[in-house]
């Protein structure tokens, strides 16, 4: 079957190879592969910045955002031939530290975890994958090719559950007000659970014209195209979805007194920016606020995203994802466009 695989630590390594079929130790659950989002972890392993290949070989299979079919589960595993899934995309380290052997591997604390496509084990970018029971999630059948959009709305998911959990450290407190930096997929899907939870979105992207502007005043949020069009507001909770060093230091600013700070973005090391750390640290504790940082997804948070994207426009997400390239052009998907939000790879018509 074919697959699209790297050497993981050299640049410009990506092709579609031949490979064997999924080994039942991947998973006792057969999936046909429909479609693979493609995002900046992606890119930075095709960089040769990142990802390591499974122990003994050399490629690494790539892709951690699936969707697929099942074409074949056992009796009982609460699976069957046609269900629409998606596989989840860290495994818990063999040790395990406490978070691990409690089920919240997203929060590893030993960094043995692995994850499919990206770090010792193979991802979901073949024609076929197996998957544990444990690690795969339906998703609505309805949704169709944005079902995909599951994994990075599964970050997002986490990243709102932190969020509230934080919130709850005072009695009073509760959020009304939310900042969201940047328009891309994540940026976009935190704006969509924020006003799933009937809150006050402001989205701050450069983007004045195209689908970003557009998607944010569909999803009935404001649009701000610059930090001074945000005037002097602050905001409950602000979550970071750019990595731009820039947009990092305004979110700190704009987090109102008692407000939470999510950082969803991961910065590449080395970017350096003037940041007044003393007056930094005195809003900070003056003001009770906190900020955090959140990546990667346990098995809950899977399943908050999947109720996430049922409850929403079908239309909407259908217009997040603006390219769907086919396997045949597979080189086409992984070049970015200006202007693009997701691109997604799609195996099957």
């Known amino acids: 079957m074919r697959a699209v695989t790297v050497l993981p630590g050299v640049a410009n ?35 040769g910045q990142y990802g390591s290949a499974p122990p003994g070989a050399e490629r690494l299979v790539l892709g951690h955002e699936s969707l697929g ?8 595993s609460g699976f069957a031939k046609g269900d629409h899934v998606v596989g989840i995309v860290r495994r818990p380290d063999p040790l395990p530290c406490p978070s691990c052997a409690s089920g919240e591997w997203d929060m590893c604390r030993n960094g043995g975890y692995t994850e499919r496509g990206i770090k010792d084990r193979n991802g979901f970018g073949s024609e076929r994958f197996r998957i544990e029971r444990g690690f795969a999630v339906k998703v609505d059948q309805g949704l169709g090719l944005a079902g995909v959009l599951l994994e990075p709305t599964s970050i997002v998911a986490k990243a709102w559950a932190q969020v509230e959990r934080v919130g709850r450290r005072s009695e009073w407190w509760s959020a009304k007000t939310v900042l969201v930096t940047g328009g891309g997929p994540i940026g976009l899907l935190a704006a969509l659970m924020g ?9 701050l992207d450069h983007n004045t ?5 557009e998607l944010i005043r569909a999803l009935g949020a404001t649009h701000h195209a610059s930090a001074e069009s945000l005037r002097d507001k602050q905001f409950d909770v602000v979550m970071e979805c750019t990595a731009v060093t820039s947009l990092i230091v305004e979110a700190m600013k704009r987090c109102a007194p008692s407000g939470i700070v ?10 350096q920016a003037e940041f007044d750390i003393g ?4 809003k900070l504790v003056l003001n009770n606020e906190v900020v955090f940082g959140a990546v990667n ?13 049922q409850q929403a426009d079908r239309q909407w997400l259908d217009r997040i994802i603006t390219r769907r390239v086919p396997l045949a052009n597979w080189r086409e ?8 939000i997701k691109t997604i790879l799609t195996f099957s018509e």
Do not use: W
């Not at 990506?14 to 890119?43: F, K």
């Not at 079919?69 to 009982?76: L, T």
């Open 279 to 282: 007056g930094f640290n005195r």
């Open 13 to 47: 390594s990506i092709e579609l190879t031949n490979v064997p079929e999924p080994p039942l130790e991947d998973g006792e659950i057969l999936v046909r592969t429909l479609a693979l989002g493609i995002c900046g972890t992606d890119h930075e392993i095709l960089d």
């Open 333 to 340: 998907a992984f070049t970015p466009r200006k202007g693009e």
């Open 69 to 76: 079919v099942v074409e074949d589960a056992p009796v009982g």
């Open 209 to 213: 014209q195209g689908p970003k502007p």
């Open 195 to 203: 006003m799933q939870r009937h809150l006050d979105i402001h989205v």
């Open 262 to 271: 999510c950082l969803l973005g991961v910065s590449s090391s080395g970017r």
């Open 297 to 309: 997804a346990n098995l809950g948070h899977y399943h908050m995203a999947a109720d996430a994207l």
